[in-house]
């Protein structure tokens, strides 16, 4: 089976500008998840989905950051402004439901200028 | 509320000298516990995982864990070290029930030296 897909791989930005990352999960995983790892930490879950209704976004920053999953499938997470502190590895991961366990892509490595 | 914390954040071991990463948890309620392994510029893959079954799990290339609800700990082992087992490992934690969030420690990165 396919596994969890995301792009770009990398992406560098200045401060104040914007960036997108997409995922693709596995194909009838219902549960997305995107998570933020900072260097030198573990994963912090910024937005789990459920098909395409959000069921916890408690850690999003929702003033700068914002994330959509249409028709349930794939979904963006967005970034506008970015700051400095937004410097991280971007993780997707997606389950056949909550509490499943979870797969994970290789993430997005964000880097802030 | 969930937590765990991961006692070293570097553990460097010989090849074919026994593997010991330590894990304790903080949770409100019954827990469920997983062990994930990172490798470089990869993202994250389940070891094995605690979910009220048996007390001992077994896990994916040779690892087992063994939750300790008297200790509060969920510590991973592997009797005989190999090279490809050097890796950043993160212990989590979730509730056994609603949506599951998953609270990752900080990680552990293992050396592997020959």
């Known amino acids: 089976e396919a596994g969890v897909a995301q792009s770009p791989r990398y992406k560098i930005i200045e401060k104040r500008q914007s960036v997108a990352f997409w995922c693709n999960p596995i194909?009838?995983?219902?549960?997305l998840y995107w998570y933020q790892q900072i260097l030198g930490q573990g994963p912090k879950l910024l937005i789990q989905f459920q098909n395409n209704g959000v069921v916890d976004d408690s850690q999003l920053p929702k003033d700068r950051f914002s994330a959509e999953r249409l028709k349930g499938v794939d979904s963006t997470l967005k970034i506008q402004p970015a700051k400095l502190e937004d410097s991280a590895v971007y993780l997707c991961a997606s389950s056949l439901e909550a509490g499943a366990p979870q797969h994970f892509g290789d993430g997005t490595r964000l880097s802030i200028l | 509320a969930q937590s765990v914390t991961q006692l070293g954040s570097h553990v460097s071991v010989s090849e074919g000298a026994l593997v010991l990463l330590r894990c304790n948890y903080s949770?409100?309620?019954?827990?469920?516990l997983f062990w994930y392994v990172q490798y470089p510029n990869q993202g994250l893959q389940l070891l094995l995982k605690?979910?009220?079954?048996?007390?001992l799990v077994k896990g994916i290339n040779g690892f087992e864990a063994e939750f300790k609800k008297s200790e509060t700990s969920f510590h991973l082992t592997k009797p005989s070290a190999h090279m490809s087992d050097a890796a950043e490992y993160f212990c989590?934690?979730?509730?056994?029930?609603?949506?599951?969030?998953?609270?990752f420690g900080t990680g552990t990165r293992l050396l592997v030296s020959p």
């Open positions: 949770s409100s309620v019954p827990p469920y």
């Open positions: 989590a934690v979730s509730a056994n029930t609603g949506f599951q969030k998953l609270v």
């Open positions: 605690y979910t009220s079954a048996a007390t």
């Open positions: 194909s009838g995983h219902a549960t």
